[in-house]
């Protein structure tokens, strides 16, 4: 039997009797959306020749033509990345984290977009004091990263423009405190640069290195060491 | 029971150490050094349970995420909806692939589960690997995941639990400097008697995970 090794839907072209891929995931969305540009470029291109046509021999038709294109608009989908882009956020990054939210946790998706002003208890329960990174030992290297979530903060700092954030950096027990200091600090601007990188404005973002308080796990395992090497975040 | 560090080489027996030992838990744990905006790192844990001919005898045999696709899978106990690979004698229960590292959170990266009296006389061996999934088997199809190695990766380490208990029985610690690798073989657990040994083995290749089915398939 063929084993499939592949991770993504490229698994055809690969000679091992087993298939490494792991695409099962990314397959539904990609045919979905590439389903979803044909339907809309038909849509477009047989409402622009109804619109002319129609336009042309009936005059009564000028009244319904309004309500093609705005019923093309509302098919097409970016009347919010379009306000987004006001924002200063990539369209191209909106959309991927508006579908990575689909995928991951429409729950989540459904709170940010339906109140978009205001957060929602449970949403900034998830978010404030989440650990988004966590640190290499003596470093502001990133070790580990949870991409979802720092997907769901930056698209809830975009939708919210007046929200701002608060990192806390902070260090293991490792090596002396005035070094842990300085350390849980660059781990705070560490992350504060990684946002700014993503287009939040660096006014919107606070940081304090914590040194090694708060620890979230024991300082006496390396697996807790490696835990507490990390940032935490707070909306505001 | 106090959990024991092995280096390289070093053989341990579980039989002895834990009598009466039948579920373990292989827990598997590293720090990728990620950029950035760079490419994402996915490491994978695997197992290839090997008889005498240093062969898997049957597909199910390797346990890898891509057993789900084949049928071969069970339901986890406590993530409901996430699926984990097992073999056809129902001794290995494989990881759960998370390819954004996003489960991340806890102790051990990945796990697995070997109920050691269920493993088929057929196997012999079974070698514990962590590999590196990179283009064009990776999600996201990026190129840049060719670049990606053990030598970017920190605090890789395999430890075994006893699983009726939640003691560590052994930690290994892989030391060693990789400079282009991408794919380890951690270590194996095999048959002695009827007792079980692990062997903490260190060893590394080139070539992802397909060179290691390569080798036992």
């Known amino acids: 039997m063929a084993f499939d090794l592949n991770k993504n839907d490229g698994a055809k072209k690969e000679p091992s009797k087993f298939d490494l891929s792991k695409g099962e995931v990314e397959k539904p969305a990609g045919k979905s959306s ?203 | 029971m106090s959990s024991f560090n092995l280096n390289k080489g070093d053989r341990f027996s579980l039989s002895k150490a834990a009598p009466g030992l039948t579920v373990v838990k292989i827990g598997m744990g590293w720090d990728p050094n990620e950029e950035p905006g760079g490419p994402e790192f996915d490491l994978d844990v695997s197992a290839f349970s090997i008889g005498g001919d240093f062969k898997i005898p049957s597909d199910s045999y390797f346990t890898f995420y891509g057993q789900i696709r084949m049928g071969n899978k069970i339901e986890d106990k406590v993530e409901k909806g996430l699926f984990r690979p097992f073999t056809e004698d129902g001794a290995i229960i494989g990881a759960i692939d998370d390819p954004d590292g996003s489960r991340s959170d806890g102790d051990d990266d990945e796990d697995m589960f070997i109920d050691l009296s269920k493993v088929s006389d057929k196997i012999e061996q079974i070698i514990i690997c962590c590999t590196i999934c990179k283009y064009p088997h990776d999600n996201k199809k990026d190129r840049r995941t060719l670049d990606l190695n053990f030598g970017k990766v920190n605090d890789c380490y395999i430890r075994i639990v006893d699983e009726s208990n939640g003691a560590e029985i052994l930690r290994y610690d892989l030391k060693d400097q990789y400079t282009n690798e991408d794919a380890v073989e951690f270590g194996r657990l095999f048959r002695v008697g009827e007792s079980w040994e692990f062997e903490a083995m260190g060893r590394a290749h080139t070539g992802s995970l397909q060179t290691l089915v390569d080798m036992y398939t």
């Open chain 1, 34 to 236: 590439g389903w979803l540009i044909g339907l809309l470029g038909i849509m477009v291109v047989g409402g622009g020749i109804w619109y002319y046509a129609s336009g042309k021999t009936d005059p009564a038709a000028k009244t319904s033509a309004p309500n093609v294109s705005s019923d093309q608009a509302s098919v097409v989908v970016p009347a919010s990345p379009a306000k987004e882009k006001v924002s200063g956020m990539d369209t191209t990054a909106v959309a991927k984290v508006k579908s990575t939210e689909i995928k991951e946790d429409s729950i989540s998706k459904t709170s940010i977009d339906a109140a978009p002003a205001k957060l929602p208890t449970e949403a900034l329960k998830a978010l404030n004091h989440s650990v988004p990174v966590t640190f290499v030992q003596g470093s502001s290297s990133f070790a580990s990263t949870n991409k979802t979530l720092i997907k769901h903060i930056v698209a809830y700092l975009i939708k919210n423009p007046t929200v701002s954030v608060h990192i806390d950096g902070y260090a293991s027990s490792d090596g002396p405190i005035a070094l842990n200091q300085q350390i849980s600090q660059a781990r705070a601007d560490a992350f504060k640069n990684h946002l700014t990188a993503l287009n939040i404005e660096a006014s919107r973002i606070s940081t304090t290195g914590k040194g090694i308080e708060n620890p979230i796990a024991s300082n006496h395992t390396v697996s807790g060491r490696k835990r507490n090497r990390r940032i935490e975040i707070t909306l505001l």
